[in-house]
């Protein structure tokens, strides 16, 4: 099936939506048209990718450094102004739309973590369609490990409605959590559904006829929340990526006081001025270095003291235990590990014995003994 008989086939399902009343005796109708639209826009995806959409001069940029974040927003938003104000590297800033038509990357230093910045090209509605260079941009977000979404602060909530619509259709959830669904296929049997908690989005039937649309005719389905029907295919599709976000408005300097106090206090919102370099310092990077969720843990040699200058740096959300810590070091190091000295937050009294398993905090200072 072509890219255009994909597209056309979304439009004639979202127009049956569209048509169909929402109540309980549609429901599963609902769930089953939402199914077959995701399904046609991973064929969608994945046809691009064979193409023009996959790929592209300029856009393979090796991941560097400790965490990735992407630039994400509309052309002539302040996304190049952005990159060389954090990074020095000169991105080419106009005033005309789509200066930038590669991915450009820079590295800054933040609390002794090398963070790598790209910057994306400007992505427009219909990017899923493969209009612009939208495949190839929301690609490159896939792999980073923060998307700041940059905002034109005079109109900004409209802009953030097609961005998020747009990295959605990629299979990229922002600012969520995988669901608490697990999903094991079974040689024979009917669709097994376990409820750990009440659900009230979906009946049985609803449950398993998206089930089978996958082809999951037999297996055993644990729920462990309340699950909604994107939830469900989010599960069964297994391609999406639960990714944080913030939303940079910039630009705030041509505005007023009161339009920027109300802007200010939408979730998860930075509102700054690259050209003018306002609330770089004191408000966007300790909000990237919060959502990055990020460790640092330093060493401590025997009879000296810590290195304060270059700190271990380790991913929160993954573990940090002692033995993690040696293992980021080196293997050798968890094979030959004894036990460990640590002060920190992480311990009742400074220094405290721990063993491999102890969870450390940030800035813990750790000193390793060996067998």
Partial sequence: MSAADIEKKIAEIEYEMARTQKNKATNQHLGLLKARISKLKRELISSGSKGSGGGG?????????????GLVGFPSVGKSTLLTVLTGVESRAEQYQFTT??????????????????????????????????RQVIGVARTCHLILIVLDCKSPLGHKRIIEQELEGFGIRLNKKPPKIRVRKLDKGPVNIIKIAKQTHMDDKTIERICKEYKHNSCE???????????????????RIYIPALY??????????????????????????????????????????KELKMLRI??????????????????????????????????AVADNLKFAWVWGTSVKHNPQKVGKDHKLHDEDVVQLVKK
């Avoid at 038509?101 to 090209?121: H, R, W």
């Avoid at 966007?284 to 270095?289: E, H, K, S, Y």
């Avoid at 271990?312 to 293997?331: A, N, R």
Wanted: glycine residues 10%; proline residues 5%.
């Fill in 221 to 239: 389905l644990m729920l462990r929340q309340d699950t909604t029907v994107d939830e469900l295919i989010d599960v069964l599709e297994g391609n």
């Fill in 101 to 134: 038509l590669t991915c450009i990357p820079g590295t800054f230093k933040y609390k002794g973590c090398d963070i790598q910045l790209l910057d994306l090209p400007g992505i427009i509605e219909g990017a899923l369609e493969g209009k612009g260079r939208g």
């Fill in 57 to 69: 001069e300029g856009f393979d940029v090796r991941a560097t450094g400790d965490a990735r974040v």
């Fill in 298 to 331: 330093f060493t401590k040699p025997k009879g000296a003291i810590p290195d304060f200058n270059e700190p271990v740096i380790m991913k929160k959300e993954k573990g940090c235990t002692v033995h993690d810590f040696c293992m980021k070091i080196h293997k």
């Fill in 248 to 289: 940079v408005l910039n630009m705030i300097d041509a505005i007023s006081i009161e339009e920027l106090d109300m802007l200010a206090r939408i979730p998860k919102v930075v509102c700054i001025s690259g050209k003018q370099k306002w609330n770089i310092d004191e408000g966007l990077l300790p909000a990237v270095w």
